[in-house]
C-alpha cells in the first residue's frame, strides 16, 4: 500500500510539472515572411550598364545600374547656356547698358537665332525619321523640345535687345532676375536626371527578383528590381484572446520548417498587434477560421539564409 501511495504522488508530480510546462508555452503556425524593398526607375531612357543579377548579395549606396543619358546631356549643355544667357541679360539690366552692352546683347540674339536654326533643322528631321518609325517618340519629343526651347531662348535674347536700348525699370530687374533663377532651375533639374540615371540599393540584401535587362527601355516608376532583407525574417502568429495576456515583447521562440526538420531557430516577439482580427484564410480547418485573434510578429535571425519568404514555420512561444 506505501508503494501505491509512493508511485500515485510521482504521476501526480510528474503530471503537475507536464501542465504548467503546457500553460508556459504557446504553439502556433505562420508564414516566413521578409523585409522587400522595390526599386522604381524616376527617369525614362534605355539600361545602358546592369551591374547585379539574381541571388546576388549587395550593399547599401552599391551602383545597381545605369540608364544611358546621352540626350540629358546634351540637355544639360544647352540649360547651361541658357543660364549664361539669362545671366548676361540680368547684368544688362541691373547695371545699365552701354554700346558695347548692346554690340553683346546684339550677338547674344544672333546666337540664340544660330541655335535655333539648328534646333529646327532637328526638329523637323526628328519629325521625317518618326513618319518612317525610325526613331522613338521620346527622341521626337525630345527634338521637339529643344526647338520649343531654342525659340524661348531666341525670343528673350530679341526683348531684351529692346530692353537694354530702353532704361531699366526696376520691374525690368525683377524680370531678368526671374528669369535668370528659371534657367538655374531648369539646370538643376536637368542635373538632378542625369544623376538618377545611376541607380543605387537603398538597402543591404539579396537581389530577389530582376524585372528588367540590358538594352531595355524602362519610363518613371517602372520596377527595376526587389531587394530582400534574408538576414533577419519574421514570422507572424496569431494567438487566442486567453492566449494574448501570457505573450510579452522580447519573449523568445523555437522556431522549426519541415526543410530542416533538425534545426531549431530562435526566434524573439518584437510586436503583438492590438487589434482582433478573424483567422486568416490560410488556417484550413473551417472552425480556427471563425476565432478571432491576435498577430504576434517573431523576429528570427537567419544568416545562413535557410528561411525563405513563404515558407510554412511552427512556433513554440515560451511565456513567464
Known amino acids: ?30 508564414t516566413i515572411e521578409s523585409v522587400n524593398v522595390t ?25 545597381l545600374l545605369t540608364i544611358n543619358h546621352d ?13 549664361d544667357l539669362a545671366q548676361a541679360q540680368y547684368n ?22 544660330i541655335n535655333l536654326d539648328a534646333a529646327k533643322t532637328e526638329r523637323d528631321r526628328a519629325e521625317n525619321l518618326y513618319r518612317e518609325n525610325t526613331i522613338t517618340k521620346q527622341q521626337y519629343d525630345n527634338a521637339v523640345s529643344r526647338y520649343d526651347l531654342s525659340a524661348s531662348q531666341y525670343q528673350t535674347a530679341k526683348d531684351n535687345l529692346t530692353k537694354i536700348k530702353n532704361i531699366a525699370r526696376p520691374e525690368d530687374i525683377e524680370s531678368a532676375r526671374a528669369n535668370l533663377n528659371k534657367a538655374i532651375s531648369a539646370y538643376d533639374m536637368l542635373k538632378q536626371n542625369i544623376a538618377d540615371c545611376s541607380v543605387y540599393a ?3 540584401g539579396i537581389i530577389s527578383k530582376k524585372f528588367i535587362e540590358k538594352g531595355e527601355i524602362v519610363n518613371p516608376q517602372s520596377s527595376l528590381l526587389k531587394i530582400s532583407n534574408l538576414e533577419t525574417v519574421n514570422l507572424i502568429i496569431y494567438v487566442s484572446e486567453m492566449e494574448l495576456g501570457k505573450v510579452k515583447l522580447n519573449e523568445t521562440a523555437d522556431v522549426t520548417v519541415d526543410s530542416y526538420k533538425d534545426k531549431v531557430y530562435k526566434g524573439k516577439v518584437i510586436f503583438i498587434s ?21 498577430g504576434v510578429k517573431l523576429e528570427i535571425q537567419n544568416p545562413q539564409f535557410d528561411l525563405k519568404p513563404g515558407m510554412p514555420a511552427d512556433a513554440k512561444l515560451y511565456t513567464k
Open 274 to 294: 492590438p487589434d482582433a482580427e478573424f483567422t486568416p484564410k490560410n488556417i484550413q480547418t473551417k472552425d480556427e477560421r471563425t476565432k478571432l485573434v491576435f
Open 39 to 63: 526599386v522604381s526607375s524616376k527617369v525614362a531612357g534605355q539600361i545602358s550598364e546592369l551591374n547585379f543579377k539574381e541571388g546576388d548579395k549587395v550593399k547599401e549606396g552599391d551602383l
Open 202 to 204: 537603398p538597402a543591404s
Open 1 to 30: 500500500m506505501k508503494y501505491i501511495n509512493i508511485v500515485i504522488l510521482i504521476c501526480f508530480l510528474l503530471y503537475g510539472c507536464s501542465k504548467k510546462e503546457e500553460t508556459d508555452t504557446i504553439s502556433s503556425t505562420g
Open 92 to 113: 544688362l539690366v541691373k547695371n545699365g547698358a552701354t554700346k558695347n552692352d548692346i554690340r553683346i546683347q546684339s550677338d547674344l540674339v544672333e546666337q540664340a537665332r
Open 71 to 83: 540626350l540629358l546631356d546634351i540637355q544639360l549643355r544647352q540649360a547651361q547656356a541658357g543660364v
